[in-house]
């Protein structure tokens, strides 16, 4: 590997900076990156950010530090090179290690690989109501091949799977609302004032007239708002349930987010049966479509604004 690809010349800030921007469990951003000059960029979870409460099997955390891994890639590949990567190289003796990646000779980005980079920093997820026009079968096909470039599966949700879907969803957060460590734990990093990340008051949206709600309540709002009487939400899977396939997950989701985002979709998540079955420390049972991992909700929504970022220089681990 070129020893220029982690030196100043390149732009490590500008890497670490895309890998930053993206989306993580309540804008935990639990991660860490450990440049070794002329060598690999080590990507790490961060532990003093993970949710001990929502996510005692580190599920959540490792599905976010894979879409910064997914970001990170993208970003190596517009600075020229081609990346390669090494997932949990060392879980024996380095478990937070997620990822180590060096690189190879690459050609100048272009096509789609550019367009996905220059659309990280307008990314957003929303909670805000969106409209009930249709996302086209050419666009979830599109949002599925993404998927499937990252190892997972996207499956779109029919209307009674829907319905369905928004009962668990319902009946998950009623749970969850009863559990105080974990609505300790949520207050944390939703509630105003609690810190300088995680998800600010204004990200919070809309409380919904009606229920069941398809977004998830942080319990905070300034008004109230009808949401669309037709949800569309996709749930995405990976065959295994291994921290491997976690951080293929993470990946995925980032290219089906940045894809979407290409064609004018918003996006926000209802994780909470996937909290729910993690706090109870259960395996998802397998089945043909393989382990849940995320569920999301499409549509077509007003642009939002970005949620805080940890800055670059926060980013980098320095010791070996």
Request: glycine share 6%; proline share 10%.
């Amino acid at each position: 590997m070129s020893p220029t690809l982690v030196s100043a010349d390149l732009g490590v800030r500008r890497l670490l900076f895309a890998a930053g921007q993206a989306p993580s469990v309540y804008n935990t951003q639990p991660w860490r990156f450990h440049v070794v000059p002329g060598r690999r960029i080590e990507l790490l979870a961060d532990p003093d950010r993970r949710l001990r409460v929502a996510d005692p099997r580190g599920r959540s955390m490792m599905v976010s530090c894979g879409a910064a891994l997914f970001n990170l890639r993208l970003a190596v590949r517009y600075v020229g090179r081609r990346p390669i990567v090494w997932l949990l190289p060392d879980p024996a003796e380095h478990p937070l290690l997620m990822a180590a990646v060096r690189t190879a000779d690459g050609r100048p980005v272009r096509g789609e690989n550019r367009e996905l980079y220059e659309l990280i920093p307008v990314r957003r997820t929303s909670r805000e109501p969106f409209s009930d026009r249709p996302v086209p079968p050419s666009v979830l096909g599109d949002l599925r091949i993404a998927a499937s470039r990252e190892g997972a599966s996207l499956v779109p949700l029919d209307a009674e799977g829907v319905a369905e879907m928004l009962d668990h969803v319902a009946l998950a957060e009623d749970e969850l609302s009863r559990d105080h460590d974990y609505q300790a734990e949520l207050a944390a990093w939703t509630m105003p004032g609690a810190r300088f990340d995680g998800v600010p008051a204004y990200a919070h949206g809309p409380r919904p007239v009606r229920d069941p709600a398809p977004v998830r309540d942080f319990g905070r709002h300034e008004r109230d708002a009808r949401f669309e009487e037709h949800p569309q939400l996709v749930v995405l899977t990976t065959q295994g349930d291994r921290p491997i396939d976690w951080l293929r997950a993470g990946q995925a989701l980032q290219r089906v987010l940045l894809t979407a985002t290409r064609h004018g979709l918003s996006a926000s998540f209802l994780n909470q049966p996937l909290d729910l079955r993690d706090m109870r420390r259960r395996r998802d049972p397998h089945h043909r479509r393989g382990h849940a991992q995320m569920i999301i909700r499409l549509g077509y929504g007003p642009q939002v604004p970005g949620s805080p970022r940890r800055p670059a220089s926060e980013l980098e681990r320095q010791d070996a």
